[in-house]
């Protein structure tokens, strides 16, 4: 079976997480469809279902890997991190190491999107916020959803498989708020022995999503090497066909799929808004090598800042030396709801489990 079909029989039809969102019809023949809004004061229990529209089909450019706005990763090996000559590498979280995946996984195409987000009930906070450029995000069901926290990213996830009647796959800690407002949270506990074998939607690791996003290259940037390296704002030409960044974006997000795609049939990995992944801190694999590296979910308590979590991609303002595919951000301490912004969202994975 190819790996459309394989993908095809995995992704259930009645909700597309494709690159489209000029929202379908909310229900048969146009009508109206009720929205059950989770109740985000009660943190991550919410309700036992939550009914959202579904999306139009994908309508990112075909890709033999990818069906209903998911690609499909195979296991594999790669070298995680950067070589010492890179310029712009991070001294303490990029030095390179083996990364074997036993399991192969679905990664969204996209970001998700504003019109994915509310269509679970959630409201769209996009361009409620500034960042210290002064540059915001767009607003469209198109653009990527921002202004939100990783708690939110996971709470969503977790939403979407008890949805689909799939696994949660952590448990969030003393999670609190509402969502849109101020939900936050002190952490998350996977569960299950594994947080590769659940079935249920997650944020990837960082380990997943540098393997996803290099999709078998080794230069700097999946589109090709550093040329006149500088720690500058400058117009890339190759990075500026597959990112928004600094040079291009105008100081704003973009709607997904306006860039090209990586080879694996990805977009948007690198600029637009940056990416949750599930990891806690920075500081990489290495150095000996691993295989199936579990993500850092430790209880974060408090206001504590020691180990804010991670962000993968970097986004609209940022320079090129951020966008490497190595790159990796502390960004933002779970427990305290004023850190988040513009530009900052996230997309979903899902390993492909024995039972599928």
């Given at each position: 079976m190819s790996r459309r079909g394989v993908v095809a029989r995995l992704m259930l039809g009645h909700l597309l997480l494709g690159c489209s969102s000029k929202s379908a019809p909310s229900g048969e023949n146009g009508a109206p469809t009720d929205t059950t809004v989770p109740d985000a004061s009660k943190g991550d229990s919410g309700p036992e279902a939550v009914r959202g529209p579904s999306f139009a089909p994908a309508m990112c450019t075909a890709n033999l890997n990818c069906d209903d706005g998911f690609c499909l990763i195979p296991a594999g090996s790669f070298v995680m991190g950067?070589?010492?000559?890179?310029?712009?590498?991070?001294?303490?979280?990029?030095?390179?190491?083996?990364?074997?995946?036993?399991?192969?996984?679905?990664?969204?195409?996209?970001?998700?999107?504003?019109?994915?987000?509310?269509?679970?009930?959630?409201?769209?906070?996009a361009g409620t916020k500034p960042d210290d450029t002064a540059g915001s995000d767009c607003l469209d069901g198109d653009c990527p959803a921002a202004v939100l926290g990783w708690c939110e990213a996971v709470h969503f996830a977790n939403q979407l498989s008890r949805l689909?009647?799939?696994?949660?796959?952590?448990?969030?800690?003393?999670?609190?708020?509402?969502?849109?407002?101020?939900?936050?949270?002190?952490?998350?506990?996977?569960?299950?022995?594994?947080?590769?074998?659940?079935?249920?939607?997650?944020?990837?690791?960082?380990?997943?999503?540098?393997?996803?996003?290099?999709?078998?290259?080794?230069?700097?940037?999946?589109s090709g090497p550093w040329e006149n390296p500088s720690s500058l704002c400058f117009d890339l030409p190759h990075l500026s066909r597959v990112a928004w960044y600094c040079a291009n974006a105008g100081m704003t997000?973009?709607?997904?799929?306006?860039?090209?795609?990586?080879?694996?049939?990805?977009?948007?990995?690198?600029?637009?808004?940056?990416?949750?992944?599930?990891?806690?801190?920075?500081?990489?694999?290495?150095?000996?090598?691993?295989?199936?590296?579990?993500?850092?979910?430790?209880?974060?308590?408090?206001?504590?800042?020691?180990?804010?979590?991670?962000?993968?991609?970097?986004?609209?303002?940022?320079?090129?030396?951020?966008?490497?595919?190595?790159?990796?951000?502390?960004?933002?301490?779970?427990?305290?709801?004023?850190?988040?912004?513009?530009?900052?969202?996230?997309?979903?994975?899902?390993?492909?489990?024995?039972?599928?």
């Open positions: 950067s070589p010492p000559d890179e310029f712009g590498r991070g001294r303490n979280n990029e030095d390179q190491v083996k990364v074997t995946f036993t399991h192969s996984f679905l990664l969204q195409q996209t970001e998700v999107t504003q019109a994915q987000w509310t269509s679970m009930g959630f409201p769209n906070r689909e009647g799939r696994q949660e796959c952590v448990t969030l800690v003393e999670p609190r708020g509402t969502v849109g407002v101020d939900f936050v949270c002190d952490g998350a506990e996977p569960r299950g022995s594994s947080y590769y074998d659940c079935d249920g939607y997650r944020l990837p690791t960082s380990g997943e999503w540098e393997y996803a996003t290099r999709a078998g290259t080794a230069t700097a940037f999946f997000t973009h709607p997904v799929c306006t860039r090209e795609a990586n080879p694996w049939g990805l977009y948007d990995l690198l600029g637009n808004a940056s990416e949750a992944v599930a990891d806690q801190g920075a500081s990489g694999y290495g150095p000996n090598d691993v295989t199936d590296p579990p993500p850092a979910l430790e209880r974060d308590p408090g206001m504590q800042a020691a180990n804010p979590r991670l962000y993968r991609g970097a986004n609209w303002y940022s320079f090129p030396d951020t966008l490497r595919s190595a790159a990796q951000f502390h960004q933002q301490r779970i427990a305290d709801p004023r850190a988040r912004g513009a530009g900052e969202g996230f997309r979903l994975a899902r390993t492909v489990t024995n039972q599928q």
